[in-house]
């Protein structure tokens, strides 16, 4: 099932999804890096990061309600209403993360261990997201949208 979401015949949502994925992983990095050295400026980039994969989520969630709202397979459908969900509630516990870290107060381990699982619930979303991809084929062109010339020359 090919997406109403994308450019030039390319889904949006798996080129946008990189982003948060990316600088949540990062900001947990650093989070253990500021544990490790005490150096401040672990702390601040991990800071920055949490809030860009927040902003990232956010633009990746809009072409992923696209895809979502052109599923007409009900088990599909299920699929990615779970993986929108958990998604969603992801983007709100990282953001009460976020808030966490602009509070004077000292947390302690607090903010790392939110950093922890929400990196772990990304990994089964991510897992969701590929389930949609491989067993149902979504964002994936149908055979007959291929050109047939298409089979017969090399990608390179």
């Keep these: 099932m090919s997406t ?14 990189t982003i948060p994925i990316g600088l949540w992983i990062f900001s947990l990095v650093c989070d253990f890096g500021f544990v ?14 949490l809030g860009g994969g927040i902003v990232g989520a956010l633009l990746a969630a809009v072409p992923g309600l696209i895809d979502l709202l052109g599923l007409h397979d009900p088990r599909a459908n299920r699929v990615g209403i779970y993986h929108m969900v958990l998604n969603l509630a992801i983007v709100a ?32 979303s991510g897992w969701l997201g590929g389930h949609l991809v491989h067993v149902f084929g979504v964002t994936q062109p149908r055979e007959a949208e291929h050109p047939a010339t298409h089979k017969e020359r090399p990608a390179l």
Excluded: C, K
Aim: charged fraction near 10%; proline fraction near 5%; hydrophobic fraction near 55%.
């Design 4 to 17: 109403r979401a994308s450019i030039a015949g390319h889904p949006i949502h798996p080129m946008l999804v």
């Design 36 to 49: 490790i050295t005490g150096d401040s400026a672990w702390a601040i980039t991990a800071y920055y990061t």
């Design 93 to 124: 516990v990282q953001a009460v993360n976020f808030w966490l870290r602009t509070t004077d107060e000292v947390l302690g381990a607090l903010p790392r261990g939110i950093s922890i699982v929400a990196v772990l619930a990304l990994v089964a």
